[in-house]
């Protein structure tokens, strides 16, 4: 099992910035690729951002690429996202998830495990 545990949202104005952290406990979390999503009021949970167990060519979906940057560091059990530029549409509960196969992907049911989401909103 792998708990994951989600920080850092919070209330921004408009091109501001905000950084997400994850933390990580349980299995090998340097085996798993670790993924960002968020889901807005209403509509369904999207992927944002997620990075391979070897750290190796994030992956960013269009909304998030040039002002998201997803990282991650083992010794600590932590992956963060750095959202800059961050925008009204960009409201949403954030999630992170644990991909067991470290494979990267983009598609919610490649996650077996999830944290409770942190809450970020961008004011006009």
């Known amino acids: 099992q792998v708990q994951l545990v989600e920080s850092g949202g919070g209330l921004v104005q408009a091109g501001g910035s905000l950084r997400l952290s994850c933390a990580a406990s349980?299995?090998?979390?340097?085996?798993?690729?670790m993924g960002w999503f968020r889901q807005a009021p209403g509509k369904e949970r999207e992927f944002v951002a997620v990075i391979s167990w070897r750290d190796v060519s994030p992956r960013y979906a269009d909304s998030a690429k040039g002002r998201f940057t997803i990282s991650r560091d083992n010794a600590k059990n932590t992956v963060y996202l750095q959202m800059n530029s961050l925008k009204p549409e960009d409201t949403a509960v954030y999630y992170c998830?644990?991909?067991?196969?470290?494979?990267?992907?983009?598609?919610?049911?490649?996650?077996?495990?999830w944290g409770q989401g942190t809450q970020v909103t961008v004011s006009s």
């Open positions: 998830a644990a991909d067991q196969y470290g494979l990267g992907s983009n598609r919610i049911n490649a996650y077996e495990y």
């Open positions: 349980g299995r090998t979390f340097s085996n798993y690729a």
